[in-house]
């Protein structure tokens, strides 16, 4: 909920910015998450990073969801998402006023490297088929306990 109070959040159409990065772990849950779904997530050198990558209403700010993609103690419920072509920006914590800067985030060496074997993306066509988890990898963020 920090995120969500600290940024004065409400609702109204905002633009959505990519991070600047992001850990191996999350990733990977990102991956197994979406693939129950049967959406196959671009390789992690394929995603934006350091950008407005669009925009989306935001209708509702939730403190409880039954919603398997509910993960903290507040969420925003969004609608009417659309894609922009990236624009590089700094980005921050809640709502903040972006201004047009740098360039797109570069891959972390991780992401370059991540399932090909010795980062060889000469080899891609040998292993284009989604990965596969024999157990679901660890949430890479705990949800914070409410206080009671």
Same mark, same amino acid.
């Given at each position: 909920?920090?995120? /969500?109070?600290?940024?004065?959040?409400?609702?109204?159409? /905002?633009? /959505?910015?990519?991070?600047?990065?992001?850990?191996?772990? *999350?990733?990977?849950?990102?991956?197994?998450?979406?693939?129950?779904?049967? %959406?196959?997530?671009?390789?992690?050198?394929?995603?934006?990073?350091?950008?407005?990558?669009?925009? %989306?209403?935001?209708?509702?700010?939730?403190? *409880?969801?039954?919603?398997?993609?509910?993960?903290?103690?507040?969420?925003?419920?969004?609608?009417?998402?659309?894609?922009?072509?990236?624009?590089?920006?700094?980005?921050?914590?809640?709502?903040?006023?972006?201004?047009?800067?740098? *360039?797109?985030? %570069?891959?972390?060496?991780?992401?370059?490297?991540?399932?090909?074997?010795?980062?060889?993306?000469?080899?891609?066509?040998?292993?284009?088929?989604?990965?596969?988890?024999?157990?679901?990898?660890?949430?890479?963020?705990?949800?914070?306990?409410?206080?009671?």
């Amino acid at each position: 909920m920090g995120a /969500i109070k600290s940024g004065h959040m409400d609702c109204r159409r /905002i633009c /959505i910015h990519a991070a600047a990065s992001m850990k191996r772990d *999350e990733y990977e849950w990102a991956v197994w998450r979406l693939d129950r779904h049967g %959406v196959i997530c671009p390789r992690p050198d394929d995603l934006v990073f350091g950008a407005i990558i669009g925009t %989306v209403d935001v209708t509702d700010i939730i403190t *409880e969801s039954t919603s398997e993609w509910f993960g903290g103690q507040a969420g925003l419920v969004l609608k009417t998402p659309v894609a922009v072509s990236p624009i590089p920006a700094k980005g921050a914590l809640g709502y903040f006023q972006w201004v047009r800067s740098g *360039e797109i985030a %570069v891959p972390s060496p991780w992401m370059r490297l991540w399932d090909r074997p010795n980062g060889d993306r000469g080899t891609k066509g040998l292993f284009d088929e989604p990965p596969r988890f024999e157990k679901a990898p660890d949430k890479p963020f705990k949800t914070p306990k409410k206080n009671l």
